[in-house]
């Protein structure tokens, strides 16, 4: 059964245990208005507390842009206090997909420039198609990316080759992305959803409180202030003292396959 949810510039939608957000403003290639920044963030939190969403996938409508930036046009007469502001609001939402305890995958199926580079790089994984490229073209328009484009890029893809395409503005094509490990996997465009979805139906299999440990434990790596090394040895502890744990290793030792408790 499939479940929508309207909303005014995205799709959320439900099928099979997965929640389906299509950023969905084709005429203006998906680009990011204030607008849709706040649905991403409702249908997000609305989706981490939702017993019936087990995975996130992100796309955008139609064949040509996944997101091809923040929306350009609100860019005109934005006082600094109103800049920092914008960018504060949008880091905001985009942490909740980071943090978010369900997996998210970006299926990038066409531009993801700016704001939608920002935000495939804040999911989990990402999922291309052939025709995606991606970008922070921001200097083009006197800025710098300001959804957490400089740091995000660079841990993924190390301060080189991310200071060359922030300063650039150069577009990496999807091969390029999946060789600087941007991207985990570059599929063709029929194949990509599936793909996305796959990936999310074998996470599915595992313990959700496990995974929800990952999630943690591999933020804290890159969260000022906190010893990720700690964190692990807490987190890893912690699984103890879940039904999971107790499933998934007398699971093992009765040689059958663990029957995980969905939330
Ligand atoms: N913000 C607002 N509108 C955008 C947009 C953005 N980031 N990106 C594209 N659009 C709009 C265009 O203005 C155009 O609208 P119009 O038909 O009303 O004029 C429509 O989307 C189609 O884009 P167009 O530029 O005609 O398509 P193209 O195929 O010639 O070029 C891109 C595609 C992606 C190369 C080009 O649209 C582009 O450079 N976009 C901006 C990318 C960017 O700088 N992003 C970072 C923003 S911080």
């Known amino acids: 059964m499939i479940k929508e949810v309207t909303y005014e510039n995205i799709q959320a939608a439900v099928a099979n245990g997965i929640l389906t957000i299509t950023i969905n403003r084709p005429d203006k290639l998906n680009a990011l208005n204030r607008r849709t920044i706040e649905e991403i963030g409702e249908a997000v939190d609305s989706a981490a507390s939702d017993p019936a969403i087990e995975g996130i996938i992100f796309t955008g409508s139609g064949s040509k842009a996944f997101v091809a930036g923040a929306d ?3 860019f ?3 006082s600094v206090e109103e800049g920092k502001k914008m960018s504060a609001d949008g880091h905001s ?3 909740s997909i980071e943090q978010c305890p369900k997996p998210v995958i970006a ?3 066409g531009f993801a420039l700016g704001g939608g580079c920002e935000l495939a790089m804040s999911c989990h994984m990402r999922v291309a198609s052939e025709n995606a490229k991606f970008g922070q073209p921001e200097v083009n328009l006197g800025l710098i990316p300001g959804y957490g484009g ?3 890029l660079v841990q ?3 301060k080189s080759k991310a200071m060359e395409l922030l300063m650039t503005a150069d577009m990496l094509s999807a091969q390029d992305a999946l060789h600087f490990g941007l991207v985990n996997y570059v599929t063709t465009a029929d194949q990509l959803l599936p793909k996305c979805e796959e990936l999310l139906n074998k996470i599915r299999q595992k313990s959700p409180k496990a995974i929800e440990g990952i999630i943690n434990t591999v933020d804290a790596y890159y969260t000022d202030g906190v010893n990720g090394f700690a964190f692990e040895v807490d987190a890893f502890g912690k699984c103890f003292g879940t039904d999971d744990c107790k499933e998934g290793v007398n699971a093992f030792l009765e040689k ?3 029957n995980f408790k969905r939330s």
Request: hydrophobic share 50%; proline share 0%.
């Open 107 to 109: 299926a990038v199926n």
């Open 156 to 158: 993924l893809i190390g």
């Open 93 to 95: 939402v985009f942490k």
């Open 256 to 258: 059958r396959k663990a």
């Open 72 to 74: 350009i046009s609100e």
């Open 150 to 152: 400089t740091q995000r």
């Open 76 to 78: 005109l007469n934005v």
